[in-house]
């Protein structure tokens, strides 16, 4: 079992989003919001130089990340590289693509956390991951079963 610290953010009067500190390839430090509710894993459409684009197989794949519900524009992409903590290592992960300056806009006001993603139920679910809020650390128990490390 892996276990990485979390950071906790208060955007609002007990109102708390987690995020985990990743690192991509070049070695650039990002950061990732933990989101239970969405389906799917999401990633800021800006950092083209972190993914590759795909064609969507059907408009389904675009609609179920959650978060671009309103928004236009919207794609699938592969995210290439990358580490978390610094034992698991996602490779070749299928993210939706939008664009999340309104998400970094409103992290502006709060923090110096400049977000990269969402880490959605789709990785969570995959890598066994249980959320420990008391110590703040996420951990994955299922490495093994990962494609993408």
């Known amino acids: 079992m892996i276990s990485i610290p979390l950071h906790l953010i208060e955007l609002e009067q007990e109102s708390y989003h987690i995020l985990v500190g990743g690192r ?5 430090e990002c950061f990732w919001i933990i989101d239970t509710g969405a389906s799917k894993s999401v990633m800021d459409i800006n950092l083209k130089e972190h993914y590759a684009s795909l064609d969507p197989e059907n408009e389904e794949e675009l609609l179920s990340a959650g978060i671009n519900q309103g928004m236009v524009d919207t794609a699938v992409g592969v995210l290439k590289y990358l580490a978390l903590g610094a034992q698991l290592v996602l490779r070749d992960q299928k993210v939706a693509l939008i664009d999340l300056a309104h998400v970094n806009q409103i992290y502006s006001r709060y923090s110096d956390y400049k977000i990269a993603g969402l880490i959605g139920g789709d990785v969570l679910k995959q890598l066994g991951t249980i959320i420990n809020y008391a110590d703040l650390e996420i951990h994955f ?3 093994s079963e990962c494609p993408n490390e």
């Open 141 to 143: 128990s299922r490495l």
């Open 24 to 28: 991509f390839r070049d070695g650039q």
